[in-house]
Nanobody, 125 residues
Framework: QVTLVESGGKSVQTGASLTLSCTASGASFYNIGWFRQTPGKGRQFVATINWTVGSKYYGDSVKGRVTISKDLAKKTVFLQMTDLRPEDTANYLC????????????????????WGQGTLVTVSS
């Protein structure tokens, strides 16, 4: 069992920067990542990182505008976002994989085992 709590979401203007945080507690995990969800687009992959090795992967829709990072001691992952746009408006969800590390398909929600409730980001023009 892993409990995930996201924070940092808020309403911002187009072009703003924002950093989200996700803190994990409970069992150990191999991968941790971010997805975002809207009624129109469903659940969309944003970024993921291998907890120990540190390898990172980003979704095509956000590549170049986001950076994922981690704090091992605090069991916290961060998502730094820049140049935010209205299409970035979504509920941002944190997820972890407790099964052995992924070797691909990082963007598939089924690869992850536990999910947080999300933090809402609203970008207005």
């Amino acid at each position: 069992q892993v409990t995930l709590v996201e924070s940092g979401g808020k309403s911002v203007q187009t072009g703003a920067s924002l950093t989200l945080s996700c803190t994990a507690s409970g069992a150990s995990f191999y991968n941790i990542g971010w997805f975002r969800q809207t009624p129109g687009k469903g659940r969309q992959f944003v970024a993921t990182i291998n907890w120990t090795v540190g390898s990172k992967y980003y979704g095509d829709s956000v590549k170049g505008r986001v950076t994922i990072s981690k704090d091992l001691a605090k069991k916290t992952v961060f998502l730094q976002m820049t140049d935010l746009r209205p299409e970035d408006t979504a509920n941002y969800l944190c997820a972890v994989r407790v099964r052995p590390p992924m070797n691909g398909y990082y963007n598939y929600p089924a690869q992850y085992d536990y999910w947080g409730q999300g933090t809402l980001v609203t970008v207005s023009s």
